[in-house]
């Protein structure tokens, strides 16, 4: 890459279009995003890369993609830009009950699940790659309808991780506009969030209580502190990986689920992987998988 000039002062930048990226830029963007996410840039998604990029270069006055590359790459506060970088270039479009088989199987697991499971710990569940929240919110809901049915008692906690910042805030506000919950059952909707006068709606705090959410970059989840997890869903993240990363990820995933745990992926996301402690949950349209008991 050619490493170019920094800003230069009095040069109102946000005039200037920017110029095509070299094809020796795209593979240097390229490498630097799936080495620190993962994320796979392909021939297909470089106008979406450059107009993401050229936008918040905007923004900071970059001149250029080369003087752009050396800000985010520059130590700490390379790290800070990395981190607003990432919001702008991951994908976080997400649903409540966005896959609903997947819920469904979840439900009826945990119903089935209650009797045999011991008591003495609560039910922990995880959403991997959460974005805004529904993913996370929609465990939660599950999770106390299947317990309140079944044993009257919701010991549970759920919790949400994803790489995004920007994602990880709007989830903790737990803030919706009525569109999004278009598609959550009426009931549900009125037990669980709470109309607020900017037509917008709030999580109920006793839901919002089990809930929390953390910054985890799925390339890093050997040093990810959870264990013995019941639930594990990672939906709608694997298809931006490779297919050797996807399984490395999956592998990580297995080892965190305690025995006779499930582990729920999006539907294609991976094929043919297999795991020594998982066993395939027979299922025509959720990709499931429950860890051998002890
Ligand atoms: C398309 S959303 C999926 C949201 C939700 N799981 C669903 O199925 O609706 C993908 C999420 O994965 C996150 N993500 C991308 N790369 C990641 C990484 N390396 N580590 C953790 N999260 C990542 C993005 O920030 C984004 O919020």
């Known amino acids: 890459m050619d490493k170019g000039q920094g800003m230069q002062p009095g040069v109102d930048w946000s005039l200037r279009p920017l110029a095509d990226m070299s094809a020796a830029e795209f593979d240097d963007w390229q490498a630097l995003l799936e080495e620190r996410s993962g994320m796979v840039v392909t021939e297909q998604r470089r106008t979406f890369l450059q107009t993401n990029l050229s936008s918040r270069m905007r923004e900071v006055g970059a001149q ?12 700490p506060r390379g790290a800070v830009e ?32 209650v009797e045999s499971r011991s008591a003495t710990r609560p039910w922990s569940l995880w959403s991997v790659g959460c974005a805004s929240g529904e993913e996370t919110y ?10 309140t049915c ?10 949400g991780t994803d790489i995004s910042l920007s994602a990880l805030n709007r989830s903790r506000d737990g803030l919706y ?14 037990r669980y969030f709470q109309a607020l006068a900017d037509d917008r709606f709030r999580v109920v705090p006793s839901l919002a209580a089990r809930v929390c959410f953390a910054r985890l970059n799925v390339l890093e989840l050997a040093s990810a502190p959870m264990s013995d997890v019941d639930v594990i869903f990672c939906q709608n993240l694997l298809i931006y990986f490779r297919r050797w ?15 006779g745990g499930l582990l729920v992926i999006g539907a294609g996301e991976v094929v043919g992987w297999q795991h020594p402690e998982l066993v395939p949950v027979a299922d025509s349209q959720v990709l499931a998988f429950t860890r051998k008991c002890l």
């Open 64 to 75: 250029d993609y080369a003087s752009y590359y050396r800000q985010v790459t520059d130590g």
């Open 82 to 113: 990395w981190s607003t970088l990432m919001d702008r270039l991951t994908v976080q479009e997400t649903r409540f009950f966005r896959h609903p088989p997947s819920f469904a199987m979840l439900s009826a697991y945990m119903k089935q699940r």
């Open 138 to 147: 929609s465990l939660a809901i599950c999770a106390a309808e299947a317990l």
């Open 150 to 159: 079944t044993s009257g008692e919701t010991h549970f906690g759920v919790i």
């Open 177 to 190: 506009v009525r569109r999004r919950l278009e598609q959550l059952d009426p009931d549900l909707r009125e």
């Open 245 to 259: 990363r996807r399984r490395e990820i999956l592998n990580r995933l297995a080892e965190r689920l305690a025995p």
